[in-house]
């Protein structure tokens, strides 16, 4: 099979889109996993509230992987059936895939950072837990929305 310049475009920034946030993702889950291991050694009962905030950095990696699925959806490899892109779509389809790419891995380890100082919170007053969720949380918020560019901007794409 011989693949036109577009489709290797588009395949790579769907490609892009799934690995970097995951990588991100994977980075800041374990920083999070470093801190909350240190807490649970010393107080087994608060597995729970440090297993949440571990969570929080790994929905980049899930928001890739959605980018990267409606990219591949797009392009028809699903169905078996690439359409034939001109490099002109293909690097549409290519940038509009860098909203989450970029931002999704960024996100990812700026919010692993701030689960992990959560820890701290769980660690001396866990009855305010949700407070190092919201902290978290927030980071979380520019990659929801570079999700919601790079869907929209897909969306957008004639092909």
Do not use: H
């Amino acid at each position: 099979m011989s693949l036109t310049l577009g489709q290797v475009l588009a395949l790579f920034g769907a490609a892009l889109a799934v690995g970097l946030p995951g990588i991100g993702s994977a980075r800041g889950v374990g920083i999070v996993g470093e801190s909350a291991a240190g807490l649970v050694t010393e107080d087994p009962g608060k597995f729970g509230q440090a297993l949440i905030l571990q969570a929080l950095p790994g929905t980049q990696g899930i928001y890739g992987f959605l980018a990267g699925f409606l990219t591949i959806q797009k392009i028809g490899l699903l169905a078996g059936n690439l359409v034939d892109l001109t490099p002109a779509q293909g690097w549409l389809i290519f940038v509009a895939c860098m909203p989450i790419t970029i931002v999704g891995f960024i996100s990812a380890l700026y919010q692993g950072r701030v689960a992990a100082a959560s820890i701290g919170i769980v660690s001396k007053r866990p009855e305010e837990v949700a407070k190092g969720i919201t902290f978290a949380a927030m980071v979380e918020t520019y990659a929801v929305l570079a999700l919601l560019a790079t869907i929209l901007m897909l969306f957008g794409i004639n092909i």
